[in-house]
């Protein structure tokens, strides 16, 4: 999961006050090792835990990438990871995550087209 907080208005005349922090959250310390090698990861903090482990927080985006969501093994550990996660969000906060499935893959990007949904609202 990655989170972020930013203030200010990304292209208007006020970017030069534009900051953002980026958290990066991981619960397996050998993925945080890989991350924080990588160009950049000195302008991130890193955490290692998983969402019921967060700090308090109010973050404005999260983000869970890749292969996050096939860790979970039951509905109860997902439901606890996103109702962790929703708790992290400020008011109007946005969690994306995305998911792949096997039997959707068609073509260059694995997505069959007509079984695509749009967002879903927590």
Excluded at 25 to 34: H, M, N, R
Excluded at 40 to 67: F, H, K, S, Y
């Amino acid at each position: 999961m990655r989170c972020s907080r930013s203030r200010g208005w990304p292209g208007s005349t006020t970017r030069s006050i534009l900051t953002v922090d980026v958290i990066g959250v991981d619960p397996a310390g050998a993925s945080l090792d890989v991350a924080r090698a990588k160009p950049g990861a000195e302008r991130v903090r890193w955490l290692r835990c998983d969402a019921a482990g967060l700090p308090p927080l109010q973050v404005e985006l999260a983000t869970m990438t890749g292969n996050t969501a096939q860790v979970f093994l039951t509905d109860a550990e997902w439901d606890a990871a996103l109702r962790c996660t929703h708790a992290a969000l400020r008011p109007g906060g946005r969690l994306v995550f995305e998911t792949r499935s096997r039997q959707r893959r068609r073509g260059g990007n694995g997505i069959a087209p007509a079984r695509c949904r749009g967002p879903t609202f927590l």
